[in-house]
């Protein structure tokens, strides 16, 4: 334990493990369906598979599934558990907390009642909400309380859209557990640097007792963007003055960021933010001036620089040329450089199973480990930048450093064996499941070695209490 001016300081990320329900659509068939060019899924947004859940899952289900993944990958008792945190915006209850029905789960394998001293709660802000947990859960480690236990962060969540709206093309769903101590193998978050940005807003909603959210996607998009920048500024004032990055001449400290990890409602949404901020980083850099050389024109500003973001969207001008410029700056190769260095093999893992809100940013984390170190890249001490966004609206933005041991965690990962087979949905499959045609028992794949929802009680007196098993 690592010691400094009397707080521990070595918190973070010691084992990570995802639960993918093995259902999927393929993006060339939904496209065809919906008379989309399957270009723009698989192109334009960066989407090739969206994972589904059977009719027997719920996020619940997903959470429980990833933490006992961790907890048996690591031999791992319910005593060395000391705060199990859900992190989910596809909440069951209004007052009842998921990570309740995870602990019932998780106690129908290790027994009744052996998660007794487990604290925690659900935590909600959109897609942000892990984020705030594991911050949360990394102070309480970094605070001594959490004696020698574990901390687990799970976050999990169905995106589901309506049935022929623009949102429907970047659904998923998915959990990714995390284990947190004061000794981890996998990353140390960088202590004293984390900067947060929030606004009240309503670029996407869910309001109380509808199943699908209400977007406003371009509008949401350009949030993100803002949002995340404002974060971003605040971290690095914090990272300039804690000292943590020390600027030379005509650098950016993003040159110090080894590798970014952006919210990822679709994978391509993590090449626009980090066009975006790369932009914002680079203008007062001498740099810039050979890139607009090469792009050939000037950076577009809109007719009302203060205005809105929607007399900004409602700037068609200036739409057009924006999204021009972002263009040929993505094209030069200055960009691409930085593109596939710091972020492109965080996008590769989500483009195969779509948005996982809560659990987007962690897929992306997961899905870069696996592939830079496939790549024969030494991670040891690289420092990865965290851009994390929820609608309503906040963002985070963080840092840690990856520890000596990762190699241990690492070479073992491989996405696809972790998802295990996959089963493609037809189209006709898909809709009555999102539908909620079929009724619980009526599962396509047998969920052999999962927890799976088995009822809801509909009788008033017992109403929305849900039973779960773990099928042997
Ligand atoms: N071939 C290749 N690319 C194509 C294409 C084709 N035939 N048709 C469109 N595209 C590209 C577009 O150029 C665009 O990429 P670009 O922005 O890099 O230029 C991309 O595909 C998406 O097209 P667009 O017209 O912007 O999509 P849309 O307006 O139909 O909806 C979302 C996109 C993401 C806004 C919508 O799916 C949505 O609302 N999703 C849910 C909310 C969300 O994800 N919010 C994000 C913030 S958390």
């Known amino acids: 334990m690592r010691v400094k001016d009397g707080l521990l300081m070595a918190a973070g990320i010691d084992d990570i493990a995802v639960y993918i329900p093995r259902l999927f659509v393929d993006a060339a068939d939904f496209a065809s369906a919906r008379g989309l060019d399957p270009a723009k899924l698989q192109k334009g947004l960066g989407i090739s598979q969206m994972a589904m859940v059977d009719t027997n899952q719920d996020p619940a289900c997903l959470a429980a599934n990833a933490c006992l993944k961790i907890m048996q990958k690591n031999n791992l008792s319910p005593d060395d558990i000391g705060r199990l945190y859900v992190a989910t915006e596809s909440a069951l209850d209004e007052s009842k907390a998921m990570n309740s029905y995870v602990i019932g789960m998780l106690e129908q394998v290790y027994g ?53 709206s623009s949102g429907e093309m970047t ?9 947190l101590n004061d000794h981890p193998r996998l990353l140390a978050f960088d202590p004293k640097v984390t900067a947060t940005s929030i606004k009240d807003e309503y670029d996407f909603y869910r309001p109380i007792g509808k199943e699908t959210p209400i977007v406003h996607g ?55 933010a980090l066009a975006y901020l790369v932009r914002h980083e680079w203008r007062t850099l001498p740099r810039w001036k050979k890139i607009i050389e090469k792009i050939g024109m000037e950076e577009p500003s809109p007719k009302d620089p203060r205005g809105t973001i929607e007399s900004i969207l409602a700037d068609a001008d200036f739409m057009a ?37 809560t659990a987007s940013l962690y897929l992306g984390f997961r899905s870069s480990l696996e592939f830079e170190y496939q790549k024969g890249v030494d991670l040891a001490g690289k420092r990865i930048g965290f851009g994390s966004y929820g609608s309503g609206s ?76 773990f099928n042997e």
């Open 171 to 179: 659904q998923g769903a998915g959990a990714v557990a995390m284990l």
């Open 394 to 469: 906040s963002a985070m933005v963080f840092s840690g450093v990856i520890q000596p041991e990762y190699e241990s965690i690492v070479k073992e990962m491989n996405i696809e064996t972790e998802i295990g087979p996959r089963k493609k949905l037809s189209l006709e499959e898909y809709e009555s499941i999102h539908e909620n045609k079929l009724s619980l028992n009526q599962n396509i794949l047998d969920g052999k070695k999962e927890f799976v929802l088995v009822d809801v009680a509909t009788n008033p007196e017992f109403r929305g209490q849900r039973r779960y098993v």
């Open 321 to 357: 040329k924006d999204h021009q410029f972002t263009k040929l700056l993505t094209n030069t190769e200055e960009f691409q450089e930085i593109y596939e260095a710091k972020l492109a093999s965080s996008l590769i893992a989500p483009k195969m199973i779509g948005n996982l809100y």
């Open 112 to 164: 009744s009642e052996s998660f007794e001293h487990c604290g925690g709660i659900e935590t909600k802000f959109a897609c942000v909400s892990g984020s705030y947990a594991l911050y949360d859960n990394t102070n309480w480690i970094r605070a001594g309380e959490a004696e020698n236990k574990h901390a687990l962060v799970v976050v999990s969540d169905i995106a589901k859209y309506d049935l022929g």
């Open 218 to 272: 371009q509008y949401s998009n350009l949030l993100y963007l803002i949002q995340v920048k404002k974060a971003l500024d605040a971290y690095k004032k914090k990272v300039l003055s804690t000292g943590l990055i020390k600027l030379k001449e005509g650098e950016s400290f993003l040159d110090y960021i080894d590798y970014l990890n952006m919210h990822l409602p679709y994978s391509n949404m993590g090449k626009k």
